[in-house]
């Protein structure tokens, strides 16, 4: 069994004395593992190192085994955020996100092609990763709830009907609901940033803090959640490292 494509390095390990367990996620083999020798070498560190774009190979005697990988770098995002704490943290998080949050060897095309754009967009200027890539970081965390089957439900009010005036999220149903609809169950709602229903705004650090708290929370409850996993620590670092700059806004 063999099979070559572009693929996101999302996470590798080392494994004996130089190879690495190296996790990928391609277009059209979704969420795959692999064993890359040499691959903990300062040769294979560059290469497989998280948020980079490969040209991947996976050979097997058997589709049900690990394989072994080698790969060739396309694009690499890595190196390009390492002096940028901020951009490398988000880089971090929906690596890990993805790693964690998606079932193995099954095809999820939208989230890898919104990943691999995300990746380009932080890497083309990362100082500016936050103003440029955090509205792009939420919207993915949607698009990777709703494709695991937890999407929340922005169409409509739950409690109006009304399409307009969208604020809440019940944390129960996950629906959207109008802030004439909160009533006195306000306190008990998730706010819905504005950048989640217009994708030209960037959003402000608080939109950015409670866009993580909404995701946040139906991540932990439903795709984590439900296999008994908590949330990526690198997702946990993100989260303090936002809610740090929104004080300071």
Do not use: K
Not at 60 to 81: C, I, K, T
Not at 129 to 140: C, F, P, S, V
């Amino acid at each position: 069994m063999e099979w070559e494509a572009p693929a996101l390095v999302l996470s590798a390990a080392p494994y004996g004395e130089s190879s690495a367990i190296v996790h990928l996620l391609t277009e059209e083999h979704g969420l795959f593992h692999g064993l890359s020798r040499g691959g903990a070498a300062r040769a294979g560190r560059a290469l497989w190192q998280p948020g980079n774009l490969v040209r991947a190979v996976w050979r097997g005697r058997l589709p049900e085994q690990l394989g072994n990988l080698s790969g060739e770098l396309v694009h690499g995002s890595a190196a390009r955020v390492m002096s940028a704490p901020l951009a490398l943290a988000m880089l971090a998080s929906v690596c890990a996100v993805a790693d964690g949050g998606l079932p193995e060897r099954e095809p999820h095309p939208r989230i890898f092609h919104l990943l691999t754009r995300f990746f380009a967009l932080i890497s083309l200027d990362p100082d500016m990763a936050a103003w440029n890539g955090m509205a792009a970081l939420l919207r993915w965390e949607a698009c990777l709830l709703s494709d695991l089957g937890y999407g929340l439900d922005l169409s409509a009010c739950a409690v109006t009907g009304a399409t307009e005036g969208l604020a809440w999220v019940s944390p129960r149903t996950g629906r959207a609901v109008s802030d004439a609809g909160a009533g006195t169950w306000r306190p008990r709602l998730l706010r819905l940033p504005p950048l989640f229903m217009d994708e030209t705004d960037p959003g402000t650090s608080i939109d950015w803090q409670d866009g993580l708290r909404l995701t946040g929370y139906f991540l932990a409850r439903d795709a984590f959640g439900q296999h008994h996993r908590p949330l990526p620590a690198a997702r946990l670092r993100l989260v303090d490292m936002i809610g740090a700059l929104a004080a300071t806004a």
